[in-house]
């Protein structure tokens, strides 16, 4: 895209939609970063880029007008509590920011004290006895408990909200017990805590150390184990999955073992766990060392 000179510079008007974006500057010939960016990412393979992030959802705070800093935090960000940085208006604070599809629990910081959004009346309770905002965007997948209807109450936790069996409270239904969730593309474990009880999808009593349900929303990338027809059993484990030695248990098809996953794009590591044994995959030349000295395979998800 050629660019037009101005007195400052040089600009190009360009729309898009929202997403993350990584660009650079071809000047005579010579590629270089945007010197007013402070975002950059590398690629892998040497490469430097300039990142820019086109919006989707923007959080307001009105009033607080006398406030000297206002600052939002919250699990899209890991809570930092500097980062974003809100800008003033006319009527208060505000901030653009890019969120994936999913869910998120957030605060405002005015000036050091933490507070909910007073706007939004969705609220989840947190691990200090109050509430934190929530923001949800995307579809709902609604997750269901049949039976248990004699049971109190029934919450619904996963590796999508830190396991936190306090937060995510199910409807009673006339057969069982629900609740809606927005989730973007990814793998996940789930369980569901009953009156003290930890239950599996199928509404059978767990141990809670004891993996959980998978769930993969938009599965984009299928593991194969070729030709071992005499292992029992065989688990997938990598970076995808925080290397859970018995989460993910591959199904059979005819002599290979099989998993379908979601994997964001870029580079990943894993392993085969047959019949209790870590083994890199025999059928991938890709592999690199770790700090067992016994090596992980190595998978590139391309876009």
Do not use: C
Not at 38 to 48: A, H, L, S, V
């Amino acid at each position: 895209i050629e660019m037009t000179q101005t007195d400052s510079g040089w600009s190009v008007p360009v729309k898009l939609s929202p997403g993350k974006y990584l660009y650079k500057f071809i000047v005579d010939g010579n590629w270089i970063v945007d010197p007013d960016n402070t975002g950059i990412e590398f690629d892998g393979e040497g490469n430097t880029n300039s990142v820019y992030y086109s919006a989707n959802t923007t959080f307001k705070l009105d009033g607080f007008t006398n406030a000297k800093r206002v600052v939002l935090s919250g699990s899209f960000n890991d809570w930092q509590e500097s980062k974003l940085r809100m800008s003033k208006t006319a009527s208060g604070w505000e901030l653009p920011v890019l969120l994936n599809n999913g869910t998120y629990t957030y605060r405002f910081i005015v000036d050091n004290r933490w507070m909910i959004d007073p706007a939004n009346p969705t609220k989840f309770p947190n691990e200090f006895g109050e509430t934190n905002s929530v923001i949800s965007v995307g579809k709902s997948t609604l997750f269901i408990l049949d039976g248990y209807t004699e049971g109190k109450s029934v919450y619904l936790t996963g590796s999508f909200n830190q396991w936190r069996n306090f937060e995510l409270a199910m409807t009673k239904t006339a057969t069982g017990w629900q609740v809606p969730y927005v989730l973007g593309p990814g793998n996940y474990e789930y369980k569901f805590y009953a009156d003290g009880k930890w239950l599996n999808a199928n509404g059978t009593i767990i141990n809670h150390n004891m993996p959980g349900s998978i769930f993969v929303i938009e599965p984009n990338y299928t593991f194969r184990l070729k030709n071992m027809p005499n292992a029992k059993k065989v688990i997938l484990a990598g970076d995808f999955n925080d290397w859970s030695p018995n989460a993910y248990v591959m199904e059979k098809e005819g002599n290979d073992w099989i998993f379908k996953v979601h994997l964001s794009t870029g580079k990943h590591l894993y392993k085969f766990v047959v019949d209790g044994n870590w083994i890199r995959d025999p059928g991938n030349t890709l592999w690199e060392q770790n700090e067992f000295s016994t090596g992980n395979s190595i998978v590139w998800k391309e876009e």
